[in-house]
Nanobody, 118 residues
Framework: QVQLVESGGGLVQAGGSLRLSCAASGSIFSIITMGWYRQVPGKQRELVADITSAGITKYADSVKDRFTVSRDNAKNTVYLQMDSLQPQDTAVYYC????????????WGQGTQVTVSS
């Protein structure tokens, strides 16, 4: 059993900051990639940022220079520091990880709401 548990969402004013955390637990042998997607009603889930076990990062163009993804491999935890938040960043944010337990597969967190007021 593998679980991803997120924390850190909430309500913030435009220009503010939030930090999301996601910890993976359970029968984990290896994690390649951890990251964050987001989704608003009526739209597809989109990649926000991810990071490999080697520290290679990837960002959506809309969040570059505002969001920072990082990772603590010893704790199987990924973070998303979100600065200069804008109302269009409002979404449910989902953590994901590609994990080897009994086989390689993608795991998802339950989602955390981020709301940015103007």
């Amino acid at each position: 059993q593998v679980q991803l548990v997120e924390s850190g969402g909430g309500l913030v004013q435009a220009g503010g900051s939030l930090r999301l955390s996601c910890a993976a637990s359970g029968s984990i042998f290896s994690i390649i990639t951890m990251g964050w997607y987001r989704q608003v009603p009526g739209k597809q889930r989109e990649l926000v940022a991810d990071i490999t076990s080697a520290g290679i990062t990837k960002y959506a163009d809309s969040v570059k220079d505002r969001f920072t993804v990082s990772r603590d491999n010893a704790k199987n935890t990924v973070y998303l520091q979100m600065d200069s938040l804008q109302p269009q960043d409002t979404a449910v944010y989902y953590c994901y990880a590609r994990i080897y337990s009994s086989s390689w597969r993608d795991y998802w967190g339950q989602g955390t709401q981020v709301t940015v007021s103007s």
